[in-house]
């Protein structure tokens, strides 16, 4: 069964926004932390942010101010505003519960 499926992603504009969603297995959603990562060609795979169970949530300099966390009953969400070229990655969620669980990813691209 897959347990993690991002989509959302798509092509924008320098400054544009872009929401992500991921769709999580109650199994390893219900009470974990979760977390969106990015990897960009050549580089390591990133933590950008991160909710808690309890709603507290945490993000990478890079997107601070830029990007909002958060999830409802079954799947969290990735607000990404002002994009620059620099967020062009593959977005990916994961569960605290299953840290080697991946999704499929999901292309963000931020070009003019």
């Known amino acids: 069964q897959v347990q993690l499926v991002e989509y959302g992603g798509g092509l924008v504009q320098p400054g544009g926004s872009l929401r992500l969603s991921c769709a999580a297995s109650?199994?390893?959603?219900?009470?974990?932390?979760m977390d969106w990562y990015r990897q960009a060609p050549g580089k390591q795979r990133e933590l950008v942010a991160t909710?808690?169970?309890?709603?507290s949530t945490s993000y990478a300099d890079s997107v601070k101010g830029r990007f909002t966390i958060s999830r409802d009953n079954a799947k969290i969400y990735l607000q990404m505003n002002s994009l620059k070229p620099e967020d062009t990655a593959v977005y990916y969620c994961?569960?605290?519960?299953?840290?080697?669980?991946w999704g499929q990813g999901t292309q963000v691209t931020v070009s003019s």
């Open positions: 909710v808690t169970w309890g709603g």
């Open positions: 994961s569960s605290r519960k299953a840290p080697h669980s």
């Open positions: 109650r199994s390893i959603f219900s009470f974990s932390t």
